[in-house]
């Protein structure tokens, strides 16, 4: 472990360099800030520019995991989403809003990079597993070094803190992102062995039928917030309400060779 | 960080406890000794009795990946497979020799836990996610207190050293064992919009006839050691033979929205 030195460094007094900086994705594990890995704290100490996103007004997710290992706020620039929830995320206005955003954050961080400063991206779970980091990631990385440090994904937390298993022997796992139609959803969940299902939000009810109409709901296990404050395992089954914060999912374990 | 005070401290050395040890299933990442978790270390440095799997007569890969770390090889405990790779992995004959080791193993474990010492099983990527781990997990969870520290999965690790994002926006990720039959590959690779395919070893033909089938061949990324010393990424239509070690993994990377 080094990078400690530079803790409490303001970003101002680091050497200006004549190179330009390393743009770094990193994986900020599922929640608990003791599963960010050795590689990504040295980064988080070290780097002079930390990016979160967030909605506007609010804190982003990814930097309260950050909470337990940064205290320097000069560091920071958060990116707040232009959030328009009210329209679908295939409308061409939406899109063409996001890629505004988009285009304008990677102009901010170009310039810090240009200056010959180092910008990490502090990412939620894994930055290459459904991240707005790969959307920063493909602007600028024909422009700028870059390195991508994986992290343990939220589904890895989950999982874990359901303390089940997720796959045994030959089983196959499908990823679904709940905002899939009904008829795919129990499509997908019919033919698989194993499932998470990301990105709850309102499509629980729907994700729920789909479990129900594959003959699956028996098996299905809901987690909230896992590995962080306020953790909430139940199985779907007995989860009355069809309330889904940001962090929660759906497992479907496994049930493969266990000799 | 705490537990470097017991790095060096022989197991004999620790006070004997009046209360059971813990089983720890300890997320050892995919490879780079930097992507182990906070948490994944501490456990490490503090565990008297440290327990990964190998081959007979070999090292065993998890246990390489915390040589970083571990200078103490009095703390270490191998479990050495009863190998026998000529029969097929749901002929009974191996089903009964694997069940009868992880009996064994599993009481050789349950000593040491009711003895009062804590024992950390190290297990390659995740442990909840096709590790043997989960074996001696099943065995031993009722009887003694269990914790389970998630990791950065070997697919993970594989997909940020190839360079490329595995899913974007509504993509669905499906996880494939080689194992399976071709049909049953090819069904599933077409239905897919991403995916990874693990336990490659002798099955790596039958992937890419798979995947030519499904007309997906020339979208295959081949990973083999990501993140360790010896990694090699190629695109698999360029990969001339059909060699492929134990850490190995074909990649198909989703293409979904990009805003």
């Known amino acids: 472990m080094d990078g400690f030195e530079r803790l409490d460094a303001p970003a101002e007094a680091l050497p200006a360099a004549s190179v330009t900086g390393t743009l ?5 594990g599922p929640g608990d800030p003791d599963l960010l890995t050795v590689k990504a704290q040295r980064i988080l100490m070290r780097a002079p520019v930390l990016v979160h996103f967030c909605k506007r007004g609010k804190r982003g997710n990814a930097r309260t995991i950050a909470d337990a290992i940064l205290r320097d706020p000069d560091r920071e620039l958060a990116l707040a989403y232009p959030y328009t929830t009210e329209i679908h995320p295939e409308h061409p206005d939406y899109v063409a ?12 961080l170009a310039d810090h ?24 990631w493909r602007r600028l990385k024909d422009r700028f070094p870059v390195e991508v440090i994986p992290g343990v994904t939220g589904m890895s937390g989950c999982w874990t803190r359901a303390g089940t298993p997720i796959t045994w022997g030959d089983d196959v796992l499908t990823v679904l992102p709940a905002t899939l139609s ?3 959803l129990t499509e997908r969940l019919r033919g698989t062995d194993a499932a998470v299902v990301m990105k709850l939000g309102r499509h629980l009810p729907k994700v729920r039928a789909a479990l129900a109409e594959a003959g699956l709901l028996a098996r299905a296990v809901y987690v909230e917030r896992g590995t962080m404050a306020g953790e909430r395992v139940v199985m779907l089954a007995d989860k009355a309400d069809d309330a889904a914060p940001y962090f929660s999912m759906v497992l479907l ?5 266990r000799p």
Chains 1, 2 share one sequence.
């Open 113 to 136: 990079l240009g200056a010959g400063r180092d910008v990490a991206i502090l990412s939620e779970g894994d930055p290459f597993f459904y991240g707005s980091f790969m959307h920063l």
């Open 182 to 184: 009904l008829d795919i």
């Open 97 to 108: 809003a996001l890629a505004g955003f988009y285009d304008d954050a990677a102009g901010r």
């Open 24 to 28: 770094y994705g990193v994986g900020m």
């Open 253 to 257: 374990p496994g049930e493969g060779r």
